[in-house]
């Protein structure tokens, strides 16, 4: 008796604990090889900016036209993003995304001229676009609930080591060279999509869709992949049943449209979820992000020595949020990262400020300098990354793909505007363009403070039906 009693409890503390598998580990490998292929895309044009202007013979409006292409691209890839991941399924969609890569990478490092290099650029953004989505659906739908927030943000850690790569292999190679770096983890991803299972609820939802009646072989697929994900002698009964029920509980109308999410009960969830896309879009990193050389020869550093720190330094900061994400939660890691995202576009506009009146002029680029390395470091650790872990968890299944294009739409579009934005408001004013970025960040503390809520150690099931309850 007192053996049974042991072993259930060891069974609870298993099923508390979650189970790390081989196939649940390999899985979420072969599903961030698109991330670390979009932060090669996202990292790209800094390092490249001065000889491609310079083979191609591009003016500053064209470069510009190039940086925020990518962004224009996601916002197209973002319109769809939901429909083929929910049509399609997980796999196939982020199969389509690395092939899509691929081709953009190809594109690019061919180009001879504007059109190819902006084409392979589109194609780049319009995957991005995709996998911004599945990616970190796909995640969350496979993890057990107290690994998922770590896992969901690797997302955002293989983002940073992509552009970490282009940005110091930039350094050394031609931008040819650089586009053809892009292209291992695609084929990678390319050939590892066909051994990880597809997302269990992703199988229960298209079952419960069906208009024919559940097929015994239909539940013993998406069992199967549950099985295989958690491990072959664990009991997956009673997660299997809550994903069942809930599942069931939103798909009994067959007809969903992309209106049903702007019902009253989802409304609290889209206000958080489009709010926080807009306020990481609209907080200046993909500014100082894809023109990071510019900016510091701007401040009077060097962009060789700034771009390399930089691309350093976002590391350390991802790998910490990716292990203190389900230790401490969402929140906690949001607000600490508005606040150094405040304080260091705060600096940087001090510091063109003192430039621009010829004041402190030796220590101002040293100011530049800490407020773009605070910046690097704490963005990856919180607004860069965990609206896509929200915009992962707070949705039920009946409408997390159109929910998901909608939040992927404001993420491009806020990011869009900033890239393309940033050369010209640099020309207008450069202290006055950080301290646009330093008032949005502010909101951004604020904005979590109030209305965020806290996911960590709650199944998917548990957040839903909490969230359509506020």
């Known amino acids: ?53 310079t083979d191609l013979e591009l003016s500053t409006a064209q470069f510009s036209i190039f940086g925020s292409l990518l962004n224009i691209g996601g916002l197209l890839g973002a319109l769809v993003c939901g429909k083929i991941t929910d049509h399609f399924g997980r796999r196939a969609t982020m199969w389509f995304s690395s092939l899509l890569y691929l081709t953009g990478w190809i594109a690019i490092a061919c180009a001879q001229g504007a059109l190819s290099l902006d084409l392979g650029r589109l194609a780049l953004g319009f995957a991005n676009g995709i996998i911004s989505y599945a990616m970190p659906v ?141 306020l990481s879009g609209f907080g200046g990193a993909y500014g100082i992000l894809f023109y990071a050389n510019s900016t510091f020869e701007s401040a009077g550093l060097s962009g060789t020595v700034g771009s390399i720190a930089m691309g350093l330094i976002q590391l350390p900061p991802a790998v910490i949020g990716v292990l203190l994400m389900d230790k401490f939660g969402r929140r906690p890691l949001l607000m600490f990262s508005a606040v150094g995202m405040g304080i260091g576009t705060l600096s940087l506009a001090i510091s063109f400020s003192f430039k621009e009146h010829g004041l402190m002029t030796d220590f101002s680029p040293y100011l530049a300098l800490f407020g773009i390395l605070l910046f690097a470091a704490t963005f990856p650790l919180g607004m860069g990354g965990i609206p896509c872990v929200i915009m992962s968890e707070i949705f039920p299944i009946n409408t997390k793909g159109a929910a998901g294009s909608l939040a992927t739409v404001v993420s491009f579009v806020s990011t869009w505007i900033v890239s393309y934005a940033f050369n010209f408001m640099m020309d207008w004013s450069s202290s006055g363009t950080f301290f646009v970025f330093a008032s949005v960040n502010v909101c951004s503390l604020l904005f979590v403070a109030k209305l965020v809520p806290e996911t960590k150690g709650q199944t998917l099931e548990e957040i839903q039906t909490s969230v359509m309850y506020k």
């Open 138 to 278: 796909y995640i969350a739908e496979i993890t057990p609930k107290n690994l998922r927030g770590g896992s969901v943000l690797l997302h955002q850690l293989m983002l940073c080591s992509g552009i970490a790569v282009v940005f110091l292999a930039g350094i050394i190679t031609s931008w040819q060279i650089l586009a053809l770096v892009g292209t291992l983890p695609c084929l990678i991803q390319l050939v590892g999509i066909y051994f990880i299972p597809e997302s269990p609820r992703w199988l229960i939802k298209t079952q419960q869709s069906s208009e024919l009646p559940v097929l015994t072989s239909s539940r013993k697929k998406y069992e199967a992949a549950l099985q295989r994900l958690r491990g072959k002698n664990v009991d997956i009964s009673d997660e299997a049943d809550e994903i069942r029920a809930h599942t069931e509980a939103f798909e009994n109308n067959v007809n969903h449209k992309f209106s049903d999410v702007f019902q009253k009960k989802y409304a609290f969830a889209l206000i958080v979820c489009l709010g926080l896309m807009a």
């Open 1 to 53: 008796m007192g053996e049974e009693v042991e072993k259930k409890l060891l069974d609870d503390i298993d099923k508390e604990k979650g189970n790390v598998t081989f196939v649940l580990v390999f899985s979420i490998f072969i599903a961030v090889c698109g991330s670390f292929s979009g932060g090669c895309a996202m990292g790209y044009s800094s390092p490249v900016q001065s000889s491609i202007v």
